[in-house]
Nanobody, 125 residues
Framework: QLQLVESGGGLVQSGGSLRLSCAAS????????IGWFRQAPGKEREGIAC????????NYADSVKGRFTIIRDAARNTVYLQMNSLRPEDTATYYC??????????????????WGQGTQVTVPA
């Protein structure tokens, strides 16, 4: 069974950068699309980025487009979320999730079967 563990969260000043990692175990990621989601206090969880299993397709929410990049590293069985130009509104718990698929990815949380435990990102105002 696929297991996912996020890391790399922390406190960063507005305008700064962080790179989140989603490390997989139990299965290789070559048949899994990976999505990144976040949930801010008092808000619903939202999808912000995804990458298809073969890496050829990525999608981003408008709120992060141009600032965040999702990157697959097959050798490390890990997917990264590079976050630049961070803003206070990016403060949230960030989750990665996996679904078995090919040549597409979605940012609908109900499509994903495997979830990590989350990592906190805080960008003070």
């Amino acid at each position: 069974q696929l297991q996912l563990v996020e890391s790399g969260g922390g406190l960063v000043q507005s305008g700064g950068s962080l790179r989140l990692s989603c490390a997989a175990s139990g299965r290789t990621l070559d048949t899994y699309a990976i999505g990144w989601f976040r949930q801010a206090p008092g808000k619903e969880r939202e999808g912000i980025a995804c990458v298809s299993s073969e890496g050829g397709i990525t999608n981003y929410a408008d709120s992060v487009k141009g600032r965040f990049t999702i990157i697959r590293d097959a050798a490390r069985n890990t997917v990264y979320l590079q976050m630049n130009s961070l803003r206070p509104e990016d403060t949230a718990t960030y989750y990665c999730a996996g679904e078995i698929s090919w040549a597409h990815c979605t940012m609908r949380q109900h499509d994903y079967d495997y979830w990590g435990q989350g990592t906190q990102v805080t960008v003070p105002a």
